[in-house]
């Protein structure tokens, strides 16, 4: 199964914010979506880092409540990793346990097309057993 069959089963929508808004704003845009990552955005396309609730709990922790002030730019990840449409879920699976992320922003010919969770490639590997599960025991059953 490729990156582009789980696009087409979400919100195509992708919650992004400036590098300069504050990380206050952030937070509130992520509760108000109810996820947790947003892409962040600036002046090179198509993206500029991502900003977690990984990240808030780390700023929290070292400079308490003084980091809801900060910029998204100070405490967003900077080294992305993306994939493109056509990258499988297995691969993607690989990248997310190999880098312990849990959100990779989908990018296709330069353009931010998606973002896919750990949620999304958990969903569809356990669709995928139920279909090979249903199979299986209609095999079983027609003998």
Partial sequence: ??????????????????????????????KERGIGALVVTGPKPPLVGIFSERDVVRALATSGADALNMTVAELMSTDVKTCDVTA?????????????????????????VGMISIGDVVKARFDELEHEKKDLLDYVSAR
């Fill in 1 to 30: 199964m490729q990156v582009s069959s789980l696009l087409e089963s979400k919100q195509q929508d992708v919650a992004t914010i400036s590098q300069e808004r504050t990380v206050n704003d952030a937070l509130q845009l992520l």
């Fill in 88 to 112: 499988t879920v297995t691969e993607l699976m690989g990248l997310m346990t190999e880098r312990r992320i849990r959100h990779v922003p989908v990018v296709h010919e330069q353009q931010l």
